[in-house]
């Protein structure tokens, strides 16, 4: 069985930096597409970050160039560095994971849609 858990959330004021964390067990000789999504109160779950298995990542435009994602395939784990946070990044950030084809196009959209694994989520709060 398939388990992720993110770590790494807290609250920061606005400029500062988070690295969120999320590891990956159960999935012993397997490789997923993976993702970082987040979702604000009252708004929907979108896209931050996804990285298909030949390592393709896909930014969304409100955080290229402030955020990271990088993977440690020895530790399992998947991890996105937060730099230059503005309250508008506030939300639950969720991981998620996927050993089924996913196309580039699904891939590239942020789809938050037909992802088989997320993790429970962990809170970041940015304040201005």
């Known amino acids: 069985q398939v388990q992720l858990v993110e770590s790494g959330g807290g609250s920061v004021q606005a400029g500062g930096s988070l690295t969120l964390s999320c590891v990956i067990s159960g999935s012993t000789g397997a490789s997923f597409h993976m993702g970082w999504f987040r979702q604000a109160p009252g708004k929907a779950r979108e896209g931050v970050v996804t990285r298909s298995k030949d390592g393709r990542t896909y930014y969304a435009d409100s955080v290229k160039g402030r955020f990271t994602i990088s993977q440690d395939t020895t530790k399992n784990t998947l991890n996105l560095q937060m730099n230059s946070l503005k309250p508008e990044d506030t939300g639950m950030y969720y991981c998620?994971?996927?050993?089924?084809?996913?196309?580039?196009?699904?891939?590239?959209?942020?789809?938050?849609?037909?992802?088989?694994?997320w993790g429970q989520g962990t809170q970041v709060t940015v304040s201005s």
């Open positions: 998620a994971a996927d050993s089924y084809p996913r196309s580039v196009a699904t891939m590239s959209s942020l789809s938050p849609g037909g992802w088989t694994y």
